[in-house]
C-alpha cells in the first residue's frame, strides 16, 4: 500500500458482464435510470493487507468536510488505500462486523455523514469515494460494475474484511448489486436504495432492454441525466463546466421530492466535482459505461443471489420499485418505503433509514 498524489496520474481499469428493471414500466425505465457506469479494462486485485495509509488533509477528506456531526473527527478518519491497482480514499471507523456503504452520484462518502455515527457503534464502517469521485483515482477506464466491485472487493482485502454486508445508494445500488452477484461467497447482505433496479436487470431476461423514447414528463425531468452523462463528449464536460451549479442544483432539488440538500451540502459536492476538467470528465464515468454494465447484468440475473436484500426507496421518490425491482433478481427481498423522503434518503430521512439498517442488519451484527 501507498500514498498517492492528491490528485493521482491515470490509470486504466476493466470490464466484465451484466444489467436493469422496474416492472413493466420499470424494465424501461430501469434501464434508463440505476446510476452510472462505463469503461472497461481489467485491473488486478492486491490481496496482501496491511494497514491503509492516513490520507493528506486534501479536499474531500474528513478533516476538510463541512458540518459534520459532533464528535465525527475524532472516531472516522480518511485513508488512502491502493488496491485493485488504484488508489482508493475511504473513510473508516469503528471495530465491529464490516458494513460498506457505497454513495451514489453527484456525492462522495460525505453522503452518509449522519448515519456513520450510529453505525460506527455497531460495525467497523467503511465508506470509500467511488473509482473517479472524490479523492479516489481518476482512471480513463473501468467504471463497468464489474470493475466498480472488483475494486471494493479489493478494498475489502487490503482492509482485512473477508466478508462484509453492503448498503448501495443510486449509483452504489448498481455497483453494489454487482458485489454481491460477482463476490456471493463474501457478501452477508445487502441492502439497496432509490433506483428502480440495476440496469438490465428484467422480468423477462429474454427481452432486450426497450428504455422508452418518451415517458411523462416528471419520469423524464428525474432520467434525463443519465442519457446525458452518457455521450462520451467533450461538449457535455464543457457544458457542465460553464454553469455547474445551476446543473447539481436542478438534479439535488428534482430528485429531492418536493425538498433539496442543505446550501453547504450542495456547495460542497459541486466543489468537490467540478475542481477541474478532468475530475468532471472521471465523475461521468460510470454512466458512459453503461453498455458494458448491460451485458454484465444480463448474466448475473441468471444465478439470483440467494442472500438476504433489502430496497429502501422515499415516497416522494422511486418508493417501493427500489425493492420491487430486484425481485427479478434475488430470492429473499424486503422492500421499505421512507415516508416524506425524496431521493436522497440518507440525508433527509436519517432516522428512518438507522432504524432501518439496524433492524435488517441485526442478524449480521449478531453473528459477527
Given at each position: 500500500?501507498?500514498?498517492?498524489?492528491?490528485?493521482?496520474?491515470?490509470?486504466?481499469?476493466s470490464g466484465r458482464?451484466?444489467?436493469?428493471?422496474?416492472?413493466?414500466?420499470?424494465?424501461?425505465?430501469?434501464?434508463?435510470?440505476?446510476?452510472?457506469?462505463?469503461?472497461?479494462?481489467?485491473?488486478?486485485?492486491?490481496?496482501?493487507?496491511?494497514?491503509?495509509?492516513?490520507?493528506?488533509?486534501?479536499?474531500?477528506?474528513?478533516?476538510?468536510?463541512?458540518?459534520?456531526?459532533?464528535?465525527?473527527?475524532?472516531?472516522?478518519?480518511?485513508?488512502?488505500?491502493?488496491?485493485?491497482?488504484?488508489?482508493?480514499?475511504?473513510?473508516?471507523?469503528g471495530d465491529g462486523?464490516?458494513?460498506?456503504?457505497?454513495?451514489?452520484?453527484?456525492?462522495?462518502?460525505?453522503?452518509?455523514?449522519?448515519?456513520?455515527?450510529?453505525?460506527?457503534?455497531?460495525?467497523?464502517?467503511?465508506?470509500?469515494?467511488?473509482?473517479?469521485?472524490?479523492?479516489?483515482?481518476?482512471?480513463?477506464?473501468?467504471?463497468?460494475?464489474?470493475?466498480?466491485?472488483?475494486?471494493?472487493?479489493?478494498?475489502?482485502?487490503?482492509?482485512?474484511?473477508?466478508?462484509?454486508?453492503?448498503?448501495?445508494?443510486?449509483?452504489?445500488?448498481?455497483?453494489?448489486?454487482?458485489?454481491?452477484?460477482?463476490?456471493?461467497?463474501?457478501?452477508?447482505?445487502?441492502?439497496?436504495?432509490?433506483?428502480?433496479?440495476?440496469?438490465?436487470?428484467?422480468?423477462?431476461?429474454?427481452?432486450?432492454?426497450?428504455?422508452?423514447?418518451?415517458?411523462?414528463?416528471?419520469?423524464?425531468?428525474?432520467?434525463?441525466?443519465?442519457?446525458?452523462?452518457?455521450?462520451?463528449?467533450?461538449?457535455?464536460?464543457?457544458?457542465?463546466?460553464?454553469?455547474?451549479?445551476?446543473?447539481?442544483?436542478y438534479e439535488y432539488?428534482?430528485?429531492?421530492?418536493?425538498?433539496?440538500?442543505?446550501?453547504?451540502?450542495?456547495?460542497?459536492?459541486?466543489?468537490?466535482?467540478?475542481?477541474?476538467?478532468?475530475?468532471?470528465?472521471?465523475?461521468?464515468?460510470?454512466?458512459?459505461?453503461?453498455?458494458?454494465?448491460?451485458?454484465?447484468?444480463?448474466?448475473?440475473?441468471?444465478?439470483?443471489?440467494?442472500?438476504?436484500?433489502?430496497?429502501?426507496?422515499?415516497?416522494?421518490?422511486?418508493?417501493?420499485?427500489?425493492?420491487?425491482?430486484?425481485?427479478?433478481?434475488?430470492?429473499?427481498?424486503?422492500?421499505?418505503?421512507?415516508?416524506?423522503?425524496?431521493?436522497?434518503?440518507?440525508?433527509?430521512?436519517?432516522?428512518?433509514?438507522?432504524?432501518?439498517?439496524?433492524?435488517?442488519?441485526?442478524?449480521?451484527?449478531?453473528?459477527?
Amino acid at each position: 500500500m501507498s500514498i498517492s498524489p492528491t490528485e493521482p496520474p491515470t490509470a486504466a481499469g476493466s470490464g466484465r458482464k451484466r444489467r436493469l428493471s422496474r416492472r413493466t414500466f420499470a424494465g424501461g425505465v430501469a434501464a434508463v435510470v440505476g446510476a452510472a457506469l462505463l469503461g472497461s479494462l481489467a485491473l488486478s486485485a492486491s490481496t496482501a493487507t496491511s494497514a491503509p495509509k492516513p490520507a493528506a488533509d486534501a479536499f474531500g477528506s474528513v478533516s476538510t468536510a463541512p458540518q459534520l456531526p459532533a464528535g465525527f473527527k475524532k472516531t472516522f478518519k480518511s485513508r488512502f488505500v491502493q488496491a485493485n491497482g488504484i488508489r482508493q480514499h475511504v473513510v473508516i471507523g469503528g471495530d465491529g462486523p464490516p458494513l460498506l456503504l457505497v454513495h451514489g452520484w453527484p456525492e462522495n462518502w460525505y453522503a452518509w455523514r449522519f448515519l456513520m455515527p450510529e453505525l460506527v457503534k455497531d460495525f467497523t464502517v467503511i465508506a470509500p469515494d467511488q473509482r473517479g469521485i472524490g479523492l479516489s483515482e481518476k482512471t480513463e477506464g473501468g467504471y463497468d460494475a464489474a470493475t466498480l466491485a472488483d475494486d471494493l472487493a479489493a478494498l475489502m482485502t487490503e482492509l482485512g474484511h473477508e466478508r462484509f454486508a453492503v448498503v448501495g445508494h443510486d449509483t452504489g445500488y448498481i455497483i453494489g448489486y454487482a458485489l454481491a452477484a460477482d463476490y456471493r461467497d463474501r457478501v452477508d447482505r445487502l441492502v439497496v436504495a432509490e433506483i428502480p433496479g440495476p440496469p438490465g436487470v428484467q422480468e423477462d431476461p429474454n427481452q432486450p432492454p426497450a428504455p422508452p423514447m418518451f415517458v411523462p414528463e416528471p419520469i423524464n425531468n428525474k432520467l434525463w441525466h443519465i442519457p446525458f452523462n452518457r455521450v462520451n463528449d467533450e461538449l457535455i464536460v464543457d457544458m457542465v463546466d460553464s454553469n455547474a451549479d445551476a446543473f447539481y442544483r436542478y438534479e439535488y432539488a428534482i430528485q429531492g421530492g418536493g425538498t433539496t440538500l442543505p446550501d453547504y451540502a450542495i456547495n460542497y459536492y459541486v466543489s468537490l466535482y467540478t475542481r477541474n476538467k478532468d475530475v468532471l470528465r472521471a465523475s461521468f464515468g460510470l454512466y458512459r459505461a453503461w453498455d458494458a454494465t448491460l451485458v454484465q447484468n444480463v448474466e448475473r440475473q441468471k444465478a439470483k443471489l440467494t442472500v438476504p436484500v433489502l430496497g429502501i426507496g422515499g415516497e416522494n421518490s422511486w418508493g417501493p420499485l427500489a425493492g420491487e425491482a430486484m425481485r427479478a433478481a434475488a430470492t429473499d427481498v424486503q422492500t421499505l418505503v421512507i415516508p416524506g423522503a425524496g431521493h436522497w434518503v440518507a440525508e433527509q430521512a436519517p432516522e428512518e433509514m438507522l432504524e432501518a439498517l439496524g433492524t435488517f442488519l441485526a442478524p449480521y451484527r449478531a453473528a459477527g
